[in-house]
Structure formats: structure tokens, C-alpha cells
């Protein structure tokens, strides 16, 4: 059977439905990523079924592409340069974000009757956040205030600082279970983080001094691909972190490499590409379903994550001497939440199979609804703090 006809009428559907997407949120306060996910929704098995096996069947292989580019592209961002001045508020508002997340969550469900062990763990994947949706948010808008530029790098650590979270509250309660399986869970964390900026260093060195010398002071797409999706590659093959690998790797290349201005700008023309494909396909992914399931158990986290965002953003802020706005906006800002969450739950499903029926339902459904709303608030949060 020739596939070449529905491949192509897809993904030219897609960009066409991207450009769509472009055209309204300029037009409405919803942004691009948001109007993607529903065109998604439409297009997919619940309602019109248009899109074929092939695409949802291999939707992992786009997100991982996608993931590596943005990873890439935020770290970087990370320059010496941009991070002068605010690197300690950068550092306190991520980190206290997410503890203070960990903690209102944790607490709330307490309250709410839910076992310790279901609470903390819900409790660490409620730190996650989408960086790719907040990326797309903030590429789409271009605003040149400090608040955007912070924003980047906050998620940035954000990513780090929830696996470390989530590592840590594993381990604990496997290690309270007596089977000893905490020593294991702590070791899965430091192969997966500390191998992912292992990779990040060893192809982001050599990465510095090679690129831009094809083409005098400019790096090109083939280089910035090829980087791009080795990183990927090889991180997946070693089962690290690959969005945190390519973050490394930016953020190396971007401090080391002097004889270019910014590396790789090329691939931000590509890199769009793939974010519309992908966040059709997410939505096309969504189990509406899931939200009919989670119930008030659902409600209590959203609610509870929501309260802990802002909390955690406003004390982070406020210990690092943020001004109003940044205190006032950030934790919105950091509402979206993905794909990191529900592999976050698949983990804790597999190590703690007694709370599966419970936290799968609740971490899917809330991620559907955090997916559509919370690229809303960042950019609200945005709007407004770099009014």
C-alpha cells in the first residue's frame, strides 16, 4: 500500500492547521499552542478520525525531535551574558518553585484523605512543567522584556530540579517499603541526570570550536541538526535525560563558541516546523476520557498544583529580590504541564503498583486540562509582565 499520498496531504494539513492556529491567537487571547492542541482534539479519533495510524502510531519519535530542538534552542539561551545579574534569581525562584509545589500539593491532598505515599508522589510530578509549551509561547510573541528572557531559564532548571524531586520521593518510599529498592531509584536519578549533562559537555565541547568554520562565523542547519539529533539519539540509546542533555549541549556551545554570535539560529526556522506536528499530534494523542475519570481527587490536584505554582513562584521570587511583576506572574507562567508528568506517573505506577488506578487517572486527566489552560496563563503572564 502507497503511503506517500496520506503522508503528504497529513503534514501539509498540519502546517496548514499551524498556520491557522498563527493567524487566530494573533487575534484572540488563546495562543498558538492551545488552538494546535484542539485542532488536535478535531482531527483526531474522538471526532473526525482524519489522522492516519502511522502518524499517532510514531508520535513518540516526534516528540522526542521536538524535545531535543527545544532543549537545545533554551539552553542556548543560557549564556553568561543573559543569566548576568539574575543567575541567583533565577536558581531561587526554580528551586523554591518546585519544593514549594512539591509541598502545597503534598499537604493539600493530606488534607484532602489521600495516603501519604499517593500524596508526595503526586506531589513531585505536580513540580513538572511543559518547557515546550512554554517555549512556543514565548517564541511566538517575541517580547523583549526581562520577564520572558528569566522565564526560559527558570524552566530550564525546572526540568532539573523535578526529576531530582521525583528521584528523592521514590527513593524515600522505597526505601521505607525495607526491599531496597530506594538505592536503586537514587541511582536510576544520578544515571539519568548526570549522564545527561555527561553527553551535554562531551558533544557541546567539541561542538564550540567545530561549528561555524563550514560557512565563516555561521553556523548552518546541517550542523545544527546533526548535533541536535545525535544528542537525541545517543541519549535515548543510554537512557538519559535527552531534553536535558540537549539543554547542556546548547548552553555549552552557546558560552564556548566565540566565533559566532548565536549558534544554530538556523534551526529555529525547523524547529517550528516540528512544534506545529507535534502539538497536533498531542492533541490527536489527548484522552479526553481521562477527565471524566479523576473526579474530585482530580479537582483537589489541579486546584492544589495551581495554589502551588503561583505560592511557589511569589516565595521564590520573594527571596531572590524579584521585582512585583516577575513574583506576581511567574508561577502562572509555569502552569503547562506534558508529557514529563505522565512519564513521571508510568514510573511511579511501575515501582508503587498499589496507587496505579489512582495516580494514573489523576496525573493523565490533569495533564489534558493543564495542556489546553496553562499555555493561557503563560501567556497572560507574559503579556503582563512585560507590558
Not at 478535531?42 to 516528540?63: I, T
Not at 484523605?113 to 511566538?140: K, N, R
Request: contains cysteine; glycine residues 12%.
Amino acid at each position: 500500500m502507497n503511503i506517500a499520498p496520506s503522508f503528504l496531504l497529513t503534514v501539509g494539513g498540519f502546517l496548514l492547521l499551524g498556520l491557522l492556529a498563527s493567524t487566530i491567537a494573533q487575534r484572540t487571547i488563546l495562543p498558538r499552542v492551545t488552538i494546535l492542541l484542539l485542532f488536535g482534539v478535531v482531527v483526531g479519533g474522538d471526532c473526525l478520525d482524519l489522522v492516519p495510524p502511522l502518524f499517532s502510531e510514531h508520535f513518540d519519535v516526534v516528540a522526542d525531535i521536538t524535545l531535543v530542538m527545544i532543549g537545545f534552542l533554551i539552553g542556548g539561551k543560557l549564556t553568561i551574558e543573559s543569566v548576568r545579574g539574575s543567575a541567583l534569581t533565577v536558581f531561587w525562584i526554580s528551586l523554591i518553585g518546585a519544593v514549594v509545589t512539591v509541598t502545597v500539593v503534598g499537604l493539600s491532598l493530606r488534607l484532602y484523605g489521600v495516603s501519604f505515599e499517593l500524596a508526595l508522589m503526586l506531589g513531585c510530578i505536580a513540580a513538572a512543567t511543559a518547557p515546550a509549551a512554554v517555549y512556543d509561547v514565548v517564541a511566538q510573541f517575541h517580547p523583549q522584556g526581562k520577564f520572558a528572557k528569566r522565564l526560559l531559564s527558570i524552566v530550564a532548571l525546572d526540568d532539573i530540579w523535578g526529576l531530582v524531586l521525583f528521584g528523592l520521593g521514590l527513593a524515600y518510599l522505597k526505601s521505607t517499603a525495607g526491599d531496597g529498592g530506594g538505592i536503586m531509584v537514587l541511582a536510576n536519578v544520578v544515571h539519568d541526570l548526570g549522564g545527561a549533562l555527561i553527553l551535554g559537555l562531551l558533544l557541546g565541547l567539541p561542538g564550540a570550536y567545530l561549528t561555524g568554520r563550514a560557512k565563516e562565523g555561521q553556523p548552518i542547519l546541517s550542523e545544527a541538526l546533526g548535533l541536535v539529533l545525535v544528542c537525541g539519539g545517543i541519549a535515548l540509546w543510554f537512557e538519559v535525560s535527552h531534553l536535558i542533555a540537549a539543554m547542556t549541549m546548547g548552553c555549552v556551545i552557546a558560552n564556548k563558541a566565540k566565533h559566532h554570535k548565536y549558534p544554530f539560529h538556523a534551526l529555529e526556522g525547523v524547529e517550528s516546523i516540528f512544534l506545529v506536528i507535534f502539538f497536533v499530534l498531542a492533541g490527536v494523542s489527548l484522552d479526553l476520557g481521562a477527565l471524566q475519570d479523576v473526579g474530585l481527587l482530580g479537582a483537589a490536584y489541579v486546584l492544589a498544583r495551581t495554589a502551588g505554582k503561583c505560592l511557589g513562584g511569589w516565595a521564590g521570587g520573594y527571596v531572590a529580590g524579584a521585582d512585583t511583576l516577575t513574583k506576581r506572574w511567574i508561577g502562572p507562567a509555569m502552569l503547562p504541564q506534558a508529557g514529563v508528568a505522565i512519564g513521571m506517573a508510568l514510573v511511579a505506577s511501575a515501582e508503587l503498583p498499589e496507587y496505579k488506578h489512582v495516580m494514573l487517572p489523576v496525573v493523565i486527566g490533569s495533564t489534558v486540562l493543564f495542556e489546553i489552560v496553562g499555555p493561557i496563563a503563560t501567556r497572560v503572564a507574559v503579556r503582563r509582565a512585560d507590558a
